[in-house]
C-alpha cells in the first residue's frame, strides 16, 4: 500500500468515527492527518475544509476548499469540492458566487 493510500485510509476510517459533538477532537485528528501531507496538497487542504463544514464552520472551509482546487485536484474530486464549495457559500448567504461555480461546473446532474 502507498503512503497515500495509507493516508487516505486514515480518511476514510476518520469519517467512518466521525462524531460532531466533540468539534474540537475532530479539529485536533483531523489537523494531526492533513499535518501527514505536505503542504498545499490538495487532498489534505479538501479535507481540512470538509472538516470545518461538517462541523458547522462554513465561513472557515471555504479558504481551504478555495486552495485545494487551486493547487489542483483530479476531475472527480475538483468536481466534488466545488459542488461542496457551492454549497457552503450558498448557506453563507453568498448565493451568486455559489450560482456562478455551479454555472461553471462541467456537471450533467445539474442541468
Known sequence: MSEH????AKIDAFWAEFDDSDADGCLRRMRAL????????????????????SL????EAVGPYRAALAAGLAPERAHQVTIQL????????RTDEALELLDALDAPELA
Open 86 to 93: 457551492a454549497s457552503t457559500l450558498r448557506n453563507l448567504g
Open 56 to 59: 458547522g464552520l462554513e465561513a
Open 5 to 8: 493510500d495509507e493516508w487516505q
Open 34 to 53: 492533513v499535518a501527514k501531507r505536505p503542504a498545499g496538497d490538495p487532498e489534505a487542504l479538501a479535507e481540512w475544509g470538509g472538516v470545518h463544514d
